[in-house]
């Protein structure tokens, strides 16, 4: 439950930083921004400080900030000459719709970063955790038929010392098929044991030898630039996974299974699935009880998300009207917005069709981790 309601406030969070980030470029560019909202529809509560109205509205699905000259059809009082969206430079139109998207990014980064540097990362030992019985069904391992237990440590392969799970592993493929010393620390007790290596021949390459354990994994310190090293690296496979999920989305075969949920159907594959803000208070209940770690992991997921999402290049989200500022400097000529209204509203349709599919699949079929 604690979880859920953190993934509540953290999504709430995430949108207002979103916000925040075209509503801060709009000031220290020049432009006028008259709403900041929480949420769409009717008005629940709000203040106004300056020129500018806070606020929460009726349907969390969103927010928004409202810049002068950038809806399609307004009017700009002429005493706002000169800060209206729509008279500003390239460069400045971009900043302003740019960055949300990387407000996002940055925060998935930093969730990341601080993941890392505080967890540290995952060292593999020499130590066994776990010796596997049989290799087959009436075929003992290797390391059963020798007598290794769970939580021996092994020192040394044929007279070679180890001193990390990496060489240990490097000593026992070179020997496919051989008998070699084995020498474990058991029970604070230096002990040897003879052991034959299994071997096996993969699809390419040599035959290779196998003992028949795994590893204790501890965690070890890193420090803060191996943790943004390794923070960059996971943004960057979440992004990938993003891209591609995304990419599976809007094939027209995967539109018509989502559409065939709105029929009554709820057995949708899982790479083509949306998922609702319920169905992430619902993974982020199950995540935390995981850990938290697998938590602040989810929550870097729902900012890359966010991000990508609005970086699409369809008016009226964020990359749209990049994609039209581009075009505005690339041509030389102004976009009549007027002409913008179908496409934005194919785009509109569109994301209450993926939402309310998404709500109905959270209720009738839940996800679980």
Known sequence: MVGGVLMVVAISAFIVVHEAGHYWA????????TEF???????LWSF???ETEFGVKALMFGGYVRIAGM????RIDPADAGRAYRDQPFWKKSVVVLSGVTLNLLTAFL?????FWYSGAAELTTAVERVSPEISPGVPSPAAVAGVLDGDVMTAIDGVAVDGWEQAVQLIMSRPGETVALEVIRDGRLRSLTVTLGSFHPQTGEAVGFLGVSPEARRVSIGPVTAAGRALTAEWAIISGALDAISRIVRPGSLLELGGVLAGQS??????RPVSPIGLVRIGTQASEVGIGNLIFILAVVNVTLALFNSVPLYPLDGG???VALYEKVTGRRVDHRNLV???????LFMLFLGLVAIILDIVNPLTL
């Open 111 to 115: 969730l990341l970063f601080g993941l």
């Open 342 to 348: 179908p496409i934005a509203a194919v785009v509109i």
């Open 37 to 43: 909202f929480l949420g769409f529809g009717p008005r």
């Open 321 to 323: 009207h990049f994609a």
């Open 26 to 33: 709009a000031r220290a560019t020049g432009m006028k921004a």
């Open 71 to 74: 809806t399609i059809g307004e």
């Open 48 to 50: 106004r400080r300056g």
């Open 267 to 272: 057995d949708v594959p899982e790479e083509i």
